[in-house]
C-alpha cells in the first residue's frame, strides 16, 4: 500500500501524456480568472449574489455573514472592487450605499426604459401636500402633529396616518409637554425611496426670509 508521499502527483506526469480531465478543467479555469482583470472569485461572486437576491440595502456585517466572509471590512473591500468591476464593464448595474446599506440599483440613465416594461412606475408618488409634510418632519424630526401643523398652517393628521401606512414615517416617541403627544419621525424606507445614505445626507435647507 503507497502513502501519500509516494502517491502520482499531477505535475510529474510524463511531458508528453494528456493529464486527467478534473486537472484539465481546473487548470483552464485558473487560467482564466488570471487572465481576465475583470474575474469574480469566489468571494467576490458570493458577495454580488447577496446583493442582487436583497430586496432591500444590506449593511456590510449581514453581507459578510451571506457570502461568508471573515468580517464587515472584508465585505467594504470586496465592494469597492465590485464597484470597480462595474464601472470598468460599463454595465448598467451599479453598488450603491443607501439607508445605511448596499444596494445592486440600475444607473439612473437607463431608468426611462425601465419604467416602460413596469405595471406600476417604481418611484414615489405623493401629493404635494404629503411631500411637504414629509419634508417638514424629516427637516424637523422628531416632531409632534401641531408642530407641523404650524408650520404648514393646516390639519395634518390624515396625511400624517398616511404616511405612515406607506411606510415613510413613524411614531418614534412621546413628547415630555401636557398630554404627551407622539412624536414623528421617518424611517428606512424614506431614505431608500430618496437615495439618501442617512438623514445627514438630507440636502441643505435655509428656511425662507421674511421680506
Same mark, same amino acid.
Given at each position: 500500500?503507497?502513502?501519500?508521499?509516494?502517491?502520482?502527483?499531477?505535475?510529474?506526469?510524463?511531458?508528453?501524456?494528456?493529464?486527467?480531465?478534473?486537472?484539465?478543467?481546473?487548470?483552464?479555469?485558473?487560467?482564466?480568472?488570471?487572465?481576465?482583470?475583470?474575474?469574480?472569485?469566489?468571494?467576490?461572486?458570493?458577495?454580488?449574489?447577496?446583493?442582487?437576491?436583497?430586496?432591500?440595502?444590506?449593511?456590510?456585517?449581514?453581507?459578510?455573514?451571506?457570502?461568508?466572509?471573515?468580517?464587515?471590512?472584508?465585505?467594504?473591500?470586496?465592494?469597492?472592487?465590485?464597484?470597480?468591476?462595474?464601472?470598468?464593464?460599463? #454595465?448598467?448595474?451599479?453598488?450603491?450605499?443607501?439607508? $445605511?446599506?448596499?444596494? %445592486?440599483?440600475?444607473? =439612473?440613465? +437607463? !431608468? *426611462?426604459?425601465?419604467?416602460?416594461?413596469?405595471?406600476?412606475?417604481?418611484?414615489?408618488?405623493?401629493?404635494?401636500?404629503?411631500?411637504?409634510?414629509?419634508?417638514?418632519?424629516?427637516?424637523?424630526?422628531?416632531?409632534?402633529?401641531?408642530?407641523?401643523?404650524?408650520?404648514?398652517?393646516?390639519?395634518?393628521?390624515?396625511?400624517?396616518?398616511?404616511?405612515?401606512?406607506?411606510?415613510?414615517?413613524?411614531?418614534?416617541?412621546?413628547?415630555?409637554?401636557?398630554?404627551?403627544?407622539?412624536?414623528?419621525? #421617518?424611517?428606512?424606507?424614506?431614505?431608500?425611496?430618496? $437615495?439618501?445614505?442617512? %438623514?445627514?445626507?438630507? =440636502?441643505? +435647507? !435655509? *428656511?425662507?426670509?421674511?421680506?
Amino acid at each position: 500500500m503507497r502513502g501519500p508521499a509516494t502517491r502520482r502527483r499531477s505535475d510529474r506526469f510524463p511531458p508528453n501524456s494528456r493529464l486527467p480531465l478534473v486537472y484539465r478543467i481546473l487548470g483552464e479555469r485558473s487560467e482564466n480568472v488570471a487572465s481576465d482583470p475583470n474575474a469574480r472569485d469566489t468571494r467576490l461572486a458570493r458577495v454580488e449574489a447577496a446583493l442582487l437576491l436583497a430586496g432591500e440595502p444590506l449593511s456590510a456585517r449581514k453581507i459578510a455573514v451571506a457570502a461568508s466572509l471573515a468580517d464587515a471590512a472584508e465585505a467594504r473591500r470586496l465592494l469597492a472592487r465590485l464597484r470597480e468591476l462595474y464601472d470598468a464593464d460599463a #454595465t448598467a448595474f451599479q453598488v450603491e450605499e443607501i439607508a $445605511g446599506g448596499y444596494q %445592486l440599483l440600475t444607473r =439612473p440613465s +437607463y !431608468q *426611462p426604459w425601465l419604467v416602460r416594461t413596469q405595471r406600476t412606475a417604481s418611484e414615489v408618488r405623493l401629493t404635494p401636500a404629503a411631500l411637504e409634510t414629509l419634508a417638514v418632519v424629516a427637516y424637523k424630526q422628531p416632531i409632534t402633529r401641531a408642530d407641523v401643523e404650524a408650520i404648514r398652517g393646516v390639519t395634518c393628521g390624515d396625511i400624517l396616518t398616511n404616511l405612515m401606512e406607506r411606510g415613510f414615517s413613524k411614531i418614534v416617541g412621546r413628547h415630555e409637554s401636557l398630554g404627551r403627544p407622539v412624536l414623528y419621525g #421617518t424611517t428606512k424606507k424614506f431614505l431608500q425611496a430618496f $437615495g439618501l445614505g442617512s %438623514l445627514r445626507d438630507l =440636502p441643505d +435647507y !435655509q *428656511p425662507a426670509r421674511e421680506k
